[in-house]
C-alpha cells in the first residue's frame, strides 16, 4: 500500500512531501500491492504517544474540590470523594489490583478513546501492572513492559511490590515509572532525596510531574539519563504551578509530555500541547512534537517504534488535514474532525470511513459515525460502553473527549 503526494514528516527535524509505503505492519521501501492513495494536501506524522494516562480515570469533569492543594497525596484522598468519582463508582468502582474484573477494562477502553481520538496509538497506563489479558484487550499499545510506584510518599498504596523491589525487576531494560515531588510543599521537596536513597534513579527512571525539584536535582537527573513525564495541566490544576521548565529545556533532559487521566488533566494530548504552548509559549513547536513521539519512545525503551517514520519500523501514523503550512504548528491546531486517518502498526484504528475500502475488514469490527457530516469509522465498539454506562447510571454521559 502507498500513500502518495503528502507532506511526511519523518521526525522533529525533517519533513517534505513524498510517499510512505506500507508492507503489513511496517513502513518499507517499496508498495507489495497496487495500492495508492491520493494523499493530496494531507500530512502523515509518526503517531503520537502518550507518556502519562490513567486509563480508568477518564472520567469527567475533573475532581478536585478543594484545590490548589500542597501536594497531591492530600488530592488522593480529597479526589475520591469527589462527584466525578462518586458517579463513576456506579459504574465502575472494583480495586486496581485486576482490571479485568467488573467493568475495570470497559473503564479502561474508554480512556483508550480519549486517546485514539487524539491521534495516539501508544499509551503508559499508570498503575500497578496487570495481567496479560488486559493488555490484549486494546486495539493500540497499551505499553506492558515496565514497572512501576505510585510516588515517595505514599508507596505502593495501589498495588505492586516494594518500590526497590519494583526497581530491581526492571533489570535496567524497561521503564520504572513513578510520581516524583508532585507538590510545592516539605513533603514534595523531601521525595528526590529519598528517591536516591532508595536506589530509584535511573537511565530507565520516568518521573513523573518533577514540580518540587531543585536545579541541582534535575542536574541529577539529567547526568543520569532518567526521563520526566509532564503534565502541565494537570499540575496547574491541582498545585497552581508546574516544574522548572527553563532548567529542564537548557540541561536538554528527555522531558515528555503526557495527559494524566481527565479527573485532573486536559480532554486529550492535542489540548494538552495547546495548553502547554500558550503556558510556555518559547517552545518551539517542532519541540512539542518531539515530546510526544521521539522522547517518549526513548523513555519507555520501545523496540520497534523510535517516534519517526522510518523503513522497517511500526507503522505507526496520524494523517491529517493541513491547515497550517508548518506541519509542526499543523499538529496544534488540529483537533479530532481533522485527523484523516490513524494506524497502528499498519492497522485503520480511526478515520474517514473512505479509507477502509483500502484495507480488508470486517464491518463488525468497527463502530460507524457521523462527524461534521462526514462519515467516520473507529474500531472497535465505545457506543457499547456508552449504553453500559447508561444503563448503570439510569442517564446518558457525555464524555468530552468522545466525538460522539
Ligand atoms: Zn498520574
Keep these: 500500500m502507498e500513500f502518495s503526494n503528502l507532506l511526511v514528516v519523518k521526525n522533529w527535524k525533517n519533513n517534505g512531501l513524498g510517499k510512505i509505503c506500507l508492507t503489513d505492519a511496517l513502513i518499507s521501501e517499496k508498495s507489495d500491492d ?3 492513495i491520493d494523499c ?13 494516562d490513567h486509563l480508568v480515570g ?24 469527589s462527584e466525578s468519582v ?13 482490571l479485568t474484573k467488573n467493568n475495570g477494562i470497559a473503564m ?76 510545592i510543599d516539605e513533603v ?25 525539584l531543585t536545579k541541582t536535582e534535575l542536574k541529577k537527573v539529567n547526568d543520569i539519563g532518567a526521563s520526566i513525564a509532564w503534565c502541565p495541566n494537570s499540575n496547574i490544576f491541582l498545585l ?10 537548557d540541561l536538554n533532559i528527555n522531558l515528555c509530555i503526557g495527559t494524566d487521566s481527565t479527573l485532573s488533566g486536559s480532554i486529550n494530548i492535542l489540548k494538552e500541547l495547546i495548553y502547554t504552548k500558550q503556558t510556555f509559549t518559547q517552545i518551539p513547536f517542532s519541540m512539542l512534537f518531539k515530546m510526544v513521539t521521539e522522547n517518549p519512545a526513548k523513555a519507555l525503551i520501545l523496540d520497534n517504534y523510535n517516534g519517526r517514520i522510518e523503513i522497517n519500523r511500526d507503522a505507526n501514523l496520524l494523517i491529517t488535514k493541513k491547515l497550517k503550512e508548518n506541519p509542526y504548528e499543523n499538529l496544534l491546531n ?45 474500531i472497535g465498539h465505545p457506543e457499547d460502553i456508552l449504553n453500559k454506562i447508561e444503563k448503570k447510571l439510569g442517564y446518558k454521559k457525555h464524555f468530552d473527549y468522545l466525538p460522539f
Design 34 to 36: 497496487n495500492i495508492i
Design 40 to 52: 493530496k494536501g494531507l500530512i502523515a506524522y509518526p503517531s503520537l504517544i502518550n507518556i502519562h
Design 58 to 81: 477518564n472520567w469527567i469533569p475533573k475532581g478536585a474540590p478543594n484545590r490548589p492543594y500542597k501536594n497531591t497525596s492530600i488530592w488522593v484522598e480529597d479526589m475520591k470523594k
Design 86 to 98: 462518586l458517579e463513576r463508582s456506579n459504574f465502575w468502582k472494583s480495586s486496581i489490583d485486576d
Design 108 to 183: 479502561a477502553m474508554l480512556g483508550v478513546y480519549k486517546n485514539i481520538f487524539s491521534g495516539v496509538t501508544i499509551v503508559q497506563d499508570h498503575i500497578p501492572n496487570q495481567k496479560n489479558a488486559y493488555y490484549k484487550a486494546f486495539p493500540i499499545k497499551v505499553i506492558s513492559d515496565y514497572r512501576q510506584g505510585h510516588s515517595i510518599t505514599l508507596k505502593n498504596w495501589w498495588g505492586g511490590g516494594e518500590l526497590e523491589e519494583e526497581m530491581k525487576m526492571t533489570k535496567g531494560k524497561i521503564p520504572f515509572i513513578i510520581h516524583l515531588s508532585e507538590g
Design 188 to 212: 514534595a521537596k523531601s521525595e528526590f532525596s529519598e528517591l536516591e536513597k532508595l536506589g530509584l534513579l535511573k537511565n530507565n527512571s520516568i518521573l513523573v510531574h518533577c514540580t518540587a
Design 240 to 249: 497552581d504551578t508546574t516544574l522548572d521548565f527553563k532548567t529542564v529545556f
Design 334 to 378: 488540529i483537533d479530532t474532525p481533522d485527523i484523516e486517518l490513524l494506524l497502528y502498526r499498519g492497522k485503520p484504528i480511526f478515520g474517514k470511513a473512505d479509507f477502509l475500502k483500502y484495507f480488508t475488514w470486517n464491518p463488525k469490527d468497527f463502530y460507524l459515525f457521523e462527524l461534521n457530516s462526514q462519515k467516520m469509522f473507529v
